[in-house]
């Protein structure tokens, strides 16, 4: 095999690998809670969709437009969907692949690269339609490039840096803290070498915050609405951390071990960047979460490319003392320890989620809807609209119409949000109405009690005293109760 072509063999492994892993099956799983947002989002026309980014979700409207893209030219099904994060995860394995080949040779490269389909997190997300895998890409292959210009500057590698560096940001404004860890390998290279080539970094990186800077702004006025939840970091969540980012506690802590060993056998300047690139962010974001919390487990997942190669580098390297045992012998044995830890976590991702199987709850609504029936949503249930209509959607509604929306007043698209207005006039809507199908989170799920007919509010107190349950159906965090007329007791469901 010719230099030129064995070069891209780490790359093609890391690809092909993560490719099979995470696309076998991409849709075993139904669309989960933040799945249902996108969904939403993505069905939406461009002047739809900047009115959303004007109330919420600014920072992922670039993410939903791509989307968008695809579901206008090839429709809405859940491939569609979670296609682009395959192939955008897939790619970012092979360029965890390629920074492995560049730090510490051939094997490293090819081991960085299927360490990434062994990681349950990198795996779960390749297969959600949600931005990860996007972040995880751009801010990979920015390091690549800005490592690649750092050692042989050219004005051309410089404006890839720059604009895949602002693609990072665009696609998620926390993984942008990668600009961190580069600042500092700048910084060193500087302080060692002095080389004025290094300048066209600097209106790089400035060409990029100036792209990033609309939704920097934007967020920044929507980050109480959408990160409320986010709670202040603690020295816990430094301990978890491995963890928490890998979806597997086993797994995470034998990367950080591994991590560490690397040390000797990497140069220092190229152990020291890599250590830059997987420590320097993630102690930026807990210490700005100190002050206004942002650090969430899944946003720092771009973490692991370093840390891969750094993993990579340990397991293949010759000066690692290993009685004897030759670098394949270790390779194998590593990566496939690593593996079968992330056996328990891989299975269940491809099982649940833990969020409402919309899927079966709507051929559980198909097998037994009759003429009449409508659906009407609790509270929290928002996420849950656009899913289960998608999923009814899909079926063949010929024995019997399919149950409508009936208190829909103004959909989620004419309101610029991700949830629906509904009429205040319950009684004239549900008027003559025999059957009601109510569908919200299952029982514990956002505080929703055991009895669906107790929640507090006038939807459901005007419906308790007029309805009673005839069955009940839970699929996993979501519930779908039958509800029949009092008046209609007697008479088969």
């Known amino acids: 095999m010719s230099r030129s072509k064995s070069v891209l063999v780490p790359f093609g492994v890391g690809f092909v690998v993560m490719l099979a892993v995470a696309g076998t099956p991409l849709t075993s799983v139904p669309l989960s809670w933040d799945e249902g947002a996108t969904l939403s989002a993505a069905t939406r026309s461009p002047g739809e969709l900047v009115h959303l980014a004007a109330h919420k979700d600014a920072v992922i409207a670039p993410f939903y437009l791509v989307l968008g893209g695809m579901v206008r030219i090839f429709g809405e099904s859940d491939v569609v969907l979670r296609l682009p994060s395959l192939l955008a995860m897939a790619a970012g394995a092979g360029v965890t692949a390629e920074l492995g080949r560049r730090a510490a040779g051939q094997a490293a490269g090819v081991v960085a690269g299927l360490i990434c389909s062994a990681v349950p997190s990198l795996v779960s997300f390749a297969q959600t339609a949600r931005r990860y895998a996007f972040a995880f890409l751009f801010a990979t292959l920015s390091s690549l490039l800005l490592l690649t210009a750092v050692r042989a500057p050219a004005l051309w590698r410089w404006t890839a840096y720059g604009l895949c560096l602002a693609l990072t940001g665009v696609f998620h404004l926390v993984a942008l803290s990668v600009l961190g860890a580069h600042v500092v390998i700048l910084a060193m290279t500087w302080w060692k070498e002095r080389d004025r080539t290094l300048w066209p970094a600097i209106p790089a990186i400035g060409a990029a915050l100036v792209v990033v800077a609309p939704l920097v702004w934007w967020g920044k006025g929507q980050r109480s609405g959408q990160l409320h939840w986010v709670a202040t970091p603690t020295w816990k969540t430094v301990v978890a951390l491995p963890g928490d980012i890998t979806f597997s506690a086993a797994v995470g802590y034998v990367l950080v071990g591994l991590a560490v060993t690397a040390y000797a056998g990497l140069p220092a300047r190229r152990y020291a960047e890599l250590v830059a690139l997987a420590a320097v962010p993630v102690v930026a974001i807990i210490g700005v979460s100190l002050v206004a919390p942002v ?31 030759s670098r394949l012998v270790r390779a194998v044995t590593i990566v496939g320890a690593l593996a079968f830890l992330s056996l328990p976590a891989q299975i269940s991702l491809r099982q649940t989620r833990n969020a409402p199987d919309t899927r079966t709850m709507a051929a559980a609504i198909h097998e037994n809807a009759a003429a009449g029936d409508v659906i009407v949503y609790t509270d929290y249930a928002w996420s849950m609209r656009p899913t289960l209509t998608h999923y009814l959607d899909e079926l063949e509604w010929s024995r019997t119409a399919q149950p409508s929306d009936v208190l829909v007043r103004r959909t989620a698209a004419a309101n610029g949000t991700l949830e629906a207005t509904e009429f205040g006039d319950v009684p004239g809507k549900l008027a003559g109405v025999r059957r009601i199908w109510l569908i919200g989170p299952a029982a514990g799920v956002f505080g929703t009690p055991q009895d669906p007919l107790s929640a507090p509010g006038p939807k459901i107190t005007y419906i308790s005293e007029r309805y009673e349950v005839r069955q009940t159906h839970t699929f996993q965090a979501g519930r779908a109760v039958l509800l029949v007329a009092r008046y209609d007791a007697g008479r088969p469901a």
């Open 295 to 325: 650090w969430v487990p899944r946003y720092g997942i771009f973490l692991l490319a370093p840390t891969a190669v750094l993993a990579a580098a340990a397991i293949t390297a010759e000066r690692v003392p290993a009685a004897g045992v």
